[in-house]
Every structure is written in structure tokens, then in C-alpha cells.
């Protein structure tokens, strides 16, 4: 192969660390690489949640792609990609075309919900910095509008928020934001519901027992609701009805928050890759089946443990160890090496963060974490991320170092 193109969708955590892997392993002379993304920053996907509740400003969370990339060795380009033609080796993007020779997709997920009516209508996501921030002004103002109506509305002050890992972790930043929120808008917090709807019989489902118990029991301690075996039916603007029992009930709400889902990103699966409901299928080395040229990172949410069976939690930790394989395999392809490395995911542990001061997980041997220790080793996770992408440097613009809040 010559000097092959090689395009990169996506600046998340996978597709921003490919880029900056491939600007190390491969001289200029070697390849041609190029950037899309739809914004000109990466935000971090795992501090949403903070952003959404109102316990950390958004610009924390977002990096600047300029600040992170070599802009003389990889081309950068901010833009919304429409679709994929891989017959053709073309990009679509609303500015024009990109052709490529080898492609690697990294575009993300988007909220699942399905078929639920008014999810996609009346409900809040937290999958970018603009919809957490959204939600946060929209707690405000219904914070604010509350005592400016002739007749109380207390659906102004119940949040429904809708299963998931990122509404468990966005239900103890809430716990911390409330508080502040009672004593500015002059509202007494008992007056306040923090309502979490879950499908299963327990937070966390696919969590160890005793990690789910201790998550559950701490939010409880601190005002929030659990309705489990219960499944979400109905969004309206002013309220929720879900089922529990075969018995339909209603919450009046002005806030529901959905984190019950995801889906592989709508563009990849409309491009003609095979898929099995809605999952790319994915080979060991991380190509997209049928195409030698074409390498997914995200997308690959089919991925299973032999052992147990189970499917690998989609997280930001595999996203960097896919986007090593992929670095390694875009290599290979380039040389003209037969052999390609097969990614094999490591379970190096995984933390909830419950708010600012308790958390859980596991690390390492499955040992268990719960407390301060938990909420130490989420912010160790947070910072070595920012030195592995963008050095010393990053780590000291954006780094967590309030160990003890």
C-alpha cells in the first residue's frame, strides 16, 4: 500500500486516542490521517452527569481537539457526517466529500428508547455537553417557576429519572445539587422527589449484588425513590405513567431524564454494514466484517465475555483499549502484515460515582470499593485518562485533585 488516507469519525475517547496514537506510530510520510468531528472539542462522556446536575461547569468537561492533536500531522476537519459509502470509500459529510482508503469509525451511541411514546419528544438525555447542560437550566427554571404560579404545580419539582448507569450516577450528583437549589429558589427539600424508575429488581443490574445493595441503600439515605420490576410506558410533558404489578401509575413531572439506553450510532448502521439488531458486527480484529479497510470503535457493543456469556459493558475504558488494537491493526494493514491482533477486553474495574463523596466498584481481582476509597480511585481513573491523551499538561488543566470532595 502506498500513502494510504486514513479518516477518523468520531473525537470521543476512542477515536480522539486512535489519533493520537497513529500521530505517534506512524511518520508523516507513511499516511495521510484525518479528523472529523461534529464539534471542535472532546467532552468527557463520563462527567455528563455533573454537567447535567449543575455540580461542575461544562467547559471542564470539554477539551479542545487543537489542544490535543498535532494540526501539522493529522488535518482536522468540524463537521457533521450525513453518511457512509463504503462501496464507494467515501464519507458524506453537509459540507461536501471525503474519500478514503482506510476508515475507522468511532462516532459514539444514541440514546435508546424503545418505541416508548414521548421519550424522544418530552424527555432529557445526558449523551453531550449541550443536552446536559440543557437539563440543568430546565431543573432551574422549573426550581424558579414554582413559587411564581397562582396554583403550586409540584410536578415543577419531581424528577423522573429512567435506569441505567448514568441515571444512577446522575441521581447522587442530584442529591448534592438539591440542597443548593432548596436554598436559592426558597423551597423546603422535603418538598422535593427523586423518583428512579428500573426495569429490573435492582440498581445495576448487571453489577455484583453487594455493589448495587451498597448504591442503592446510599442514595436512599440521602431522599431518592427506587420503583423497581417496574417499565417506563408513557412520557407527556407534565407527567410519567409507568407499569408495575400489571397496575398502571402516574408521577406528574415536568423533568423526566431517560438514561435507559443506547444504540449503535444511527449513521454507521445505515451505511450497509451487516448488523444484528442494530449491533455492527465486528471481527476479533476490530474490522467491520465483509470490509478489510474498515475499522469500528464504539460501535463494537457485541462484544462478549467468553466465560460468563455476558456482553462487555460499553464504556470508556474499552473505547481506549479497542482504539490501541485498531493503532496496531491500521499498522499491520499499511506494511502489508498478514497477522492482525485480536482485542481481547481487560476488566481493570469499573466505579459508580454516587456524588461527590461516596461511590462504588471494583478494581483489579474484582475486589470490591465502596466510599471515599471508590471516590479516590474514580478520580485517579478521570486524571490518568487526561495524561494518557494529552500529557502532563492536560492533566493539570483538567484534572480531578479535590480527592477529599
Known amino acids: 500500500m502506498g500513502k494510504p488516507n486514513i479518516v477518523i469519525l468520531g473525537a470521543g475517547y476512542g477515536g480522539l486516542m486512535t489519533a493520537v496514537k497513529l ?127 397562582d396554583e403550586k404545580n409540584k410536578g415543577r419539582l419531581n424528577i423522573v429519572v429512567g435506569g441505567g448507569v448514568s441515571g444512577v450516577e446522575y441521581l447522587g450528583e442530584l442529591t448534592n445539587r438539591i440542597p443548593d437549589l432548596c436554598d436559592e429558589y426558597d423551597i423546603h427539600k422535603t418538598m422535593i422527589r427523586v423518583i428512579n424508575i428500573e426495569q429490573s429488581s435492582t440498581v445495576l443490574p448487571d453489577f455484583d449484588p453487594q455493589l448495587a445493595k451498597y448504591a442503592m441503600s446510599s442514595l436512599e439515605s440521602r431522599g431518592v425513590e427506587f420503583i423497581t420490576g417496574a417499565r417506563l410506558k408513557e412520557c407527556k410533558p407534565d407527567h410519567v405513567i409507568y407499569e408495575k404489578a400489571g397496575k398502571h401509575e402516574t408521577i406528574p413531572t415536568y423533568t423526566t431524564v431517560w438514561t435507559g439506553g443506547v444504540r449503535t450510532n444511527s449513521i454507521a448502521v445505515n451505511s450497509g454494514f451487516t448488523h444484528n439488531q442494530g449491533e455492527i458486527d465486528i471481527c476479533d480484529d476490530m474490522r467491520v466484517s465483509g470490509f478489510e479497510d474498515v475499522f469500528a470503535i464504539d460501535e463494537c457493543t457485541g462484544v462478549t465475555e467468553k466465560e460468563s456469556d455476558k456482553l462487555y459493558p460499553l464504556t470508556a475504558n474499552m473505547a481506549i483499549q479497542q482504539s490501541d488494537i485498531v493503532v496496531h491493526n491500521v499498522k499491520a494493514l499499511i506494511q502489508g502484515e498478514e497477522e492482525f491482533t485480536a482485542y481481547k477486553p481487560k476488566r481493570s474495574g469499573t466505579v459508580v460515582s454516587l456524588g461527590h463523596t461516596d461511590a462504588t466498584g471494583t478494581i483489579l481481582n474484582n475486589r470490591k470499593l465502596f466510599g471515599w476509597k471508590a471516590v479516590m480511585l474514580k478520580k485517579l481513573i478521570d486524571n490518568y485518562y487526561l495524561l494518557r491523551l494529552g500529557g502532563f499538561n492536560q492533566l493539570m488543566r483538567k484534572g480531578k485533585f479535590n480527592i477529599f470532595y
Open 23 to 149: 500521530e505517534k506510530m506512524l511518520p508523516a510520510h507513511k499516511a495521510t490521517v484525518t479528523l472529523v468531528n461534529k464539534y471542535d472539542y472532546h467532552y468527557q462522556t463520563t462527567w455528563l452527569h455533573e454537567i447535567a446536575a449543575g455540580t461542575l461547569h461544562h467547559d471542564r468537561a470539554r477539551i479542545p481537539v487543537k489542544d490535543v492533536i498535532n494540526m501539522e500531522k493529522t488535518r482536522f476537519i468540524v463537521d457533521n457526517v450525513i453518511a457512509i459509502k463504503p462501496d464507494e470509500k467515501t464519507i458524506k459529510l453537509e459540507s461536501g466529500e471525503l474519500s478514503y482508503d482506510i476508515l475507522v469509525i468511532a462516532l459514539g451511541v444514541e440514546p435508546a428508547t424503545y418505541g416508548i411514546p414521548g421519550l424522544d419528544d418530552y424527555a432529557f438525555t445526558i449523551e453531550t455537553v449541550n443536552n446536559a447542560r440543557l437539563l440543568k437550566e430546565h431543573l432551574e427554571y422549573n426550581f424558579a417557576k414554582y413559587h411564581h404560579e
